[in-house]
């Protein structure tokens, strides 16, 4: 099961302490130097967070087969579970205001925005890497351009975001308060 336990002296890599057969098994890994060992608690505050389940990429066999997802300009939208990987992204069309939050110190404000529209967009690519495609991203963009253009005056803005899962259809949840 844990073929290192018994051969190796082991300490956790990360705070030392001793492994003992009677702890939570924790993660064995074999790395250039040879097996190491870190305690679950270690493990599991250092491991990154799956960004769709909300759980931790174990190091090891875990860590190896998860999935990075690009957006086609580069840059990392997703790391997440092998079994969590999304076959398609949201497109998310938003307008967005500034709203009055109080008289306090002069008067401030906040930002405001309500969901107009969600376009899927699908991914490709290998195993551990997926990309969205510019022409899927560019042609759900210029759609929601035209689609909502006249929202763009005046106080409102329109914004686009990225997302897993289909968002909350409006933000803030709560109206904030001054502190
Ligand atoms: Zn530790
Ligand atoms: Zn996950």
Redesign the pocket.
């Known amino acids: 099961m844990y073929p290192y336990a018994s051969s190796v002296a082991t300490t956790c890599t990360s705070c030392t302490t001793p492994y003992s057969a009677s702890h939570s098994p924790g993660i064995f890994l074999t790395t250039a130097t040879g097996p190491t060992w870190i305690c679950e608690p270690c493990a599991e505050t250092q491991a990154p967070r ?1 960004e ?4 931790p ?1 174990w190091p090891g066999p875990q860590a190896d087969a998860a999935v990075r997802v690009h957006h086609h300009d580069g840059h990392e939208l997703l790391h ?2 092998n ?2 990987a999304p076959s398609h992204l949201l497109l998310c069309a938003w307008v967005t205001w500034s709203e009055y939050g109080g008289p306090e110190e002069g008067g401030w404000q906040y930002d405001a925005g309500r969901l107009l529209a969600a376009i899927p967009v699908p991914l490709e690519g290998a195993a551990n890497r997926r990309t969205t495609t510019a022409a899927a991203v560019l042609a759900a963009d210029e759609l929601l351009a035209n689609a909502y253009r006249h929202l763009a005056e005046g106080d409102t803005q329109l914004t686009t975001t990225i997302e897993l899962d289909l968002p909350e259809p409006y933000f803030p949840l709560k109206r904030p308060h001054y502190e």
Request: proline share 0%.
């Open positions: 799956c769709a389940c909300d759980l990429i997440v579970h079994g969590c």
